[in-house]
């Protein structure tokens, strides 16, 4: 395998290309908390469920940034951090 920016970008240490892989729990809790609070959008009980999806998404990112198999999906994690961190400044 050659040892390119490209394959460095894209592909993991087997050599696989490697851009989407299937949710681990921090992204499945976040999509579920996420939804639960559209769903309860009032109350104390939003409050929390809007914590859990905040904090599930910001280690989710953390993982990618600092174990993301290629360094495409350690951008990802740096783009989500920045994202939730801009968002929550702008609310």
Do not use: H
């Amino acid at each position: 395998m050659n040892n390119t920016l490209i394959d460095k970008t894209f592909r993991d240490s087997d050599g696989n290309v490697v851009i989407a892989q299937m949710p681990n729990l921090p992204l499945i809790v976040w999509f579920v908390t996420g939804i639960l609070s559209l769903v309860f959008s009032t109350g104390k009980i939003n409050i929390v469920f809007d914590t859990l999806a905040t904090g599930s998404l910001f280690t989710w990112a953390w993982l990618e940034l600092f174990d993301g198999v290629n360094y495409f999906r350690r951008a990802i994690g740096l783009a989500a951090l920045i994202g939730i961190v801009a968002f929550k400044l702008q609310s």
